[in-house]
């Protein structure tokens, strides 16, 4: 008799598969691929059972596969830059990648210490400039497609992070991501973008390819980010001023055109004086409007500064209804954005809404909810700016349609009437990747006195960090005071030049890692087209909601732009995608900022490693969030116990007996009893694996067989040795994928020599279908097609003896009464129905 001791057994295992080479994967034609992925993480102190779950998840999975004949390719890495190192490094004094390789090595014996089977060879850190030169070489690639350029823009500058932030990045209406009480500022800055927008149409579109096997929330959010709409620029006609042109706006709401009740003018709009001219208002006005241009309102106080607005005393025509509406300036129309000019549709716009009812223009509903109480206009406190619940009223012919009709048929009208043009307009912005902090990828360009901005050539790259910065976390960019970086030489006439000191958006890094991976140690290009060729698309992708916009749209973005290299063929880099639950503890997400965490090498010196693991599968399903327990570990504990002591008592009795194909003659109803239940699990387990995800209730059924085995003991007694061993070797391969270490330990008890990780998954044979099957089945009896009763009858009974027993149920028989049966149908084991007249 042994104990079950996983400190002994895992380290035995994890000893055997690394000198087996196990995991180790090379592109193989003659098997089907499958690239199994969890997100890599960002190694910042130490790993708690929190992050544990999406690599257990990722795991069953590569494992499952593994024993289905794929060639599985299930690596890890680091994602090494960003300001969290810098920072720390600046608090303890020492260098970012001695804080970060720390990390690394943290994560690293955590993860290995959980037998998670990567192919560590495979392993890449973005920090090293073996990884972020191709960084650099993809940033030159997109400078020459003029897909990267450099403009003066106004920013989101958190003050905490000393640096810029994209606009991904801001969050909660003006919050730092990752200071979430920083309030996110505005500065104008000369910055590097990646244009993100040149693909807006192919990230909308291509979110097509992904439904059904990418989360539907995830497409949503990923759709709203970038924000398609049907646009028009319409013109109204100035009614009252003789020879002024027509007034240009801009709107993506046309269908609610019936509803303008006044056109506005930014201060600075250049028909502003025209229309004054001999106006009844411009004695009142112009005071006004002198005023409004020194305090012209900055974009980021938008939505909140006061409105302030000025009648110009001129009428302008709605192209549509022919109406005259007045034309007012109003401070928060800016020159910068569209047109300059807006139409007021105060009952669908909230900002609209606010400047009329202070100035005392009329509103106007034209798109009425389709549930609950109609809108009245004298009574709304707030504009009714939904779009999706609507039908459109008091819009002359356009009435009853949804505005995303409307909006179609009213665009195609104004085109045809020559006073309007159709645009598609995107709320996604281009990319800022610059960041003047040091611990992320050189941004490869120089500047020359005489030849301006030039890109560093190829083959000087990497163009690497400097070795010792002066890190304060104040003033500008570290790198910009490292003379020895900034200085160098032109590429083009070898004279004096400067480089540039921005860094890139460690977004960056992650868009393209999961490449590399195909081809680590690539040093003569990112990676070999044709061994991505073949491992791409990756068929599982695993990791948080929270990246659902930020890191998934920015790598969709770099496939395309890779596709469009000739560097892949593919159009999407995912397949699926899978969005894990979280860990919590007393109500909360598991984070060590909050101090709830469970060490996970404390965890695997407590129980073990297959435990931690077991527990993590079996406490919910995958997608739910997890509520931690030490109760259930203790649970997940003791079964792993009992499953061992059931091996270790019959192992020896059984391990020479061969159980593959053993006689089903003349089996005893105790050993048919076991077999059947055996095969149905692994049925059900099987499913749950491939097409469910469900692991909680895969492993529920696994404790169940568990409990049947143990109800049957003792098993000698009426079951022989090949039925035994069948039945504990089947029991032992479906537990693998998730506690691996104490699947192989029992695999070798019961006399397999040759390691679990050759054994395929079981499926069963005809011969074993049949031993599978229930001996007694339940049959829905319906009368003229209604279910009236059930009954339970031996499996595969013939149509003659299940008749008169469904005639002898008074609940059928009530219902045929004085009747005829016409026709009788039979579906063995399924059901049967009587047709009576
Ligand atoms: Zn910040
Ligand atoms: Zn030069």
Not at 59 to 65: C, L, N, Q, Y
Not at 367 to 386: C, D, H, K, N
């Amino acid at each position: 008799m042994a104990d079950y001791n996983p400190q002994e057994i895992e380290a035995k295992w994890q000893k055997r598969w690394a000198e087996a080479r196990v995991f180790e994967t090379e592109a193989d034609s003659t098997k089907p691929k499958y690239y199994v992925l969890e997100m890599l993480p960002y190694p910042s102190g130490t790993m708690h059972m929190g992050h544990m779950r999406n690599y257990a998840i990722g795991d069953v999975v590569a494992r499952v596969k593994r024993m289905r004949g794929f060639n599985v390719l299930h690596p890890m890495g680091w994602d090494a830059f960003g300001l969290p190192a810098e920072n720390a490094a600046i608090k303890n004094n020492t260098h970012p990648r001695v804080w970060t390789n720390n990390n690394i090595a943290e994560f690293q014996k955590t993860l290995r210490r959980f037998g998670f089977s990567y192919d560590w060879r495979r392993e890449i850190s973005t920090c090293e400039p073996e990884y972020y030169r191709w960084n650099q070489w993809f940033f030159l690639r997109m400078l020459e497609k003029g897909l990267a350029y450099r403009k003066k823009s106004r920013v989101n500058w958190c003050p905490k992070c000393c640096t810029v932030l994209a606009n991904e990045q801001v969050i909660n209406g003006g919050y730092c991501w990752r200071h979430e009480d920083t309030l996110v500022e505005s500065r104008e800055l000369e910055q590097w973008f990646l244009k993100t927008t040149a693909y807006a149409d192919q990230l909308v579109d291509d979110l097509k390819e992904l439904e059904g096997s990418w989360p539907e929330r995830v497409i949503t959010m990923q759709r709203n980010w970038i924000g398609r709409s049907q646009g028009a620029k319409l013109k109204f006609a100035v009614a009252d001023v003789k020879g002024a042109p027509p007034i240009e706006i801009f709107t993506t709401r046309i269908d609610t055109i019936y509803g303008a009740t006044a056109i506005i003018l930014a201060p600075t709009h250049p028909l502003v004086a025209k229309l004054l001219e001999g106006s009844p208002n411009r004695a009142e006005a112009e005071p006004q409007l002198a005023q409004m241009r020194q305090t012209s309102v900055k974009t980021a106080d938008l939505a909140t500064a006061e409105k302030v607005g000025v009648f110009t005393g001129r009428h302008a025509t709605n192209p549509f209804s022919g109406e005259k509406i007045p034309i007012w300036v109003g401070n928060f129309v800016l020159m910068e954005y569209g047109t300059g000019a807006i139409m007021a549709v105060p009952a669908h716009d909230e900002r609209d809404f606010e400047f009329c009812r202070k100035y005392d223009l009329p509103i106007r509903v034209v798109i009425q909810p389709r549930t609950g109480e109609p809108l009245v206009e004298e009574t709304m406190t707030v504009a009714f700016s939904e779009d999706e619940n609507g039908v459109l009223v008091k819009s002359a012919e356009f009435n009853g349609l949804s505005p995303e009709e409307a909006i179609a048929k009213m665009t195609a009208y104004a085109e045809k009437k020559g006073f309007g043009k159709g645009e598609i307009v995107f709320r996604l912005r281009d990319w800022g990747i610059s960041r003047q902090r040091y611990w992320g990828t050189p941004i490869p360009v120089v500047y020359c006195p005489d030849h301006g901005l030039q890109p560093v050539p190829d083959k000087d790259l990497p163009v690497p960090l400097p070795p010792n910065p002066k890190l304060t976390g104040e003033g500008e960019s570290p790198l910009a005071s490292t003379p020895e970086f900034v200085n160098t030489t032109c590429p083009k006439c070898g004279g004096p030049a400067k480089r540039e000191t921005d860094t890139m958006d460690t977004f960056v890094d992650s868009s393209w890692y999961f490449y590399r991976y195909c081809d680590p140690h690539n040093d003569k290009a990112p990676f070999d087209p044709a061994k991505v060729a073949y491992w791409f698309p990756i068929d599982q992708y695993i990791g948080g909601i929270t990246h659902a916009i930020l890191h998934l749209l920015y790598s969709r973005f770099w496939c395309k732009v890779m596709r469009d290299l000739g560097l892949v063929k593919h159009n999407e880099p995912i397949s699926r995608l899978f969005t894990q639950g979280m860990i919590q503890k007393g109500g909360v997400t598991m984070s060590k900022s909050r101090g709830n965490v469970v060490g996970a090498i404390d965890m695997a010196e407590k129980y073990g490693a297959d435990t931690g693991r077991l527990y993590t599968l079996f406490a919910a399903p995958p997608e739910k969030d997890l509520e931690w327990s030490e109760e259930s570990i203790e649970g997940s504990w003791r079964f792993l116990n009992r499953v061992f002591r059931l091996i270790d008592k019959h192992g020896p009795a059984i391990r020479e007996t061969k159980n593959w194909n053993f006689d089903s003659k003349g089996m005893t109803d105790k050993e048919r009893d076991l077999i059947r239940v055996t095969y149905q699990t692994m049925q059900r387990v099987t499913q749950d694996f491939e097409t469910r995800w469900h692991f909680n209730s895969a492993i529920a059924q696994i404790m169940e067989l568990t409990n049947d085995i143990y109800l049957a003991e003792p098993l000698e007694n009426g079951v022989r040795p090949e039925i035994r061993k069948e039945v504990l070797q089947i029991l032992t391969l479906l537990l693998a994928p998730m506690t691996p270490h104490i699947a192989e330990e029992m695999w070798e008890m019961l006399g397999n020599t040759d390691g679990l990780w050759n054994a395929p998954w079981p499926i069963l044979a005809n011969k074993q279908l049949e031993l599978a099957k229930d001996n007694e089945v339940e049959i829905p009896v319906q009368v003229n097609g209604r279910v009236r009763a059930t009954l339970r009858v031996p499996a595969d009974i013939s149509e003659a003896d299940i008749v008169p027993k469904a005639l002898a149920i008074p609940a059928v028989a009530r219902h045929l009464d004085g009747k005829r049966i016409v026709k009788q149908i039979y579906v063995p084991n399924r059901l049967l129905n009587l047709v009576v007249q």
